[in-house]
T-cell receptor, first 111, second 116 residues
Framework: GESVGLHLPTLSVQEGDNSIINCAYS??????FIWYKQESGKGPQFIID?????DKRQGQRVTVLLNKTVKHLSLQIAATQPGDSAVYFC??????????FGTGTRLKVLA | DTGVSQNPRHKITKRGQNVTFRCDPI?????LYWYRQTLGQGPEFLTY????????KSRLLSDRFSAERPKGSFSTLEIQRTEQGDSAMYLC??????????????FGPGTRLTVL
């Protein structure tokens, strides 16, 4: 069935290093992808999105890469900071409204 | 604050009781969504509204669950005869309708339900 999954449940990085969080999706018809950050006890916070007609999109310190050939999505965080510690979810949109989320990757930033 | 708001933030109830949660979306958003999230998992879609019309319900939404959006603004999610398996974070999100510049859903802080 349709699914969105993440390769690594926990990622630990040194403060100041770059982080890369990966995600695989299975629905080749999905045309919109989003990354969310979720801190403990809070709702998901939008980080960055990308449509299927693009392969890269940059924001402030974050970059999302989309490889439709292998159905792979990644989130790159530059110069990771302690405030980046959270669980990160990717989601794909099927149809016109429904998001399918993966199980999340916990990012731990080490001082 | 013009984000999505949810009330209450926490609810503890005994098994068999009814609970109701409220969501106030971003004011210009006409789509509203409910999700459920259990520990360590991503949110799972429950239902969504376009204005006051409920257009889809997930199989996860048993007949004990009912959602309304009577005036196309705030929404309520009611769970009747709660069970321990209903314990989860209930998230609300809103977005602009299709055809607008973005399909981004913005989430509220959630209501954490604990059923004893």
């Amino acid at each position: 069935g349709e699914s969105v999954g993440l390769h690594l449940p926990t990622l630990s990085v040194q403060e100041g290093d770059n982080s890369i969080i990966n995600c695989a999706y299975s629905n080749s018809a999905s045309d919109y992808f989003i990354w969310y950050k979720q801190e403990s006890g809070k709702g998901p916070q939008f980080i960055i999105d990308i449509r299927s007609n693009m392969d890269k999109r940059q924001g402030q310190r974050v970059t999302v890469l989309l490889n439709k050939t292998v159905k792979h999505l990644s989130l790159q965080i530059a110069a990771t900071q302690p405030g980046d510690s959270a669980v990160y979810f990717c989601a794909e949109m099927t149809g016109t409204y429904k998001y399918i989320f993966g199980t999340g990757t916990r990012l731990k930033v080490l001082a | 604050d013009t984000g999505v708001s949810q009330n209450p933030r926490h609810k503890i109830t005994k098994r068999g009781q009814n609970v109701t949660f409220r969501c106030d979306p971003i004011s210009e958003h006409n789509r509203l969504y409910w999700y459920r999230q259990t520990l360590g998992q991503g949110p799972e879609f429950l239902t969504y509204f376009q204005n006051e019309a409920q257009l889809e319900k997930s199989r996860l939404l048993s007949d004990r669950f009912s959602a309304e959006r009577p005036k196309g603004s705030f929404s309520t999610l009611e769970i009747q005869r709660t069970e321990q398996g209903d314990s989860a974070m209930y998230l609300c999100a809103s977005s602009l309708k299709a055809g607008e510049p973005t399909d981004t859903q913005y989430f509220g802080p959630g209501t954490r339900l604990t059923v004893l």
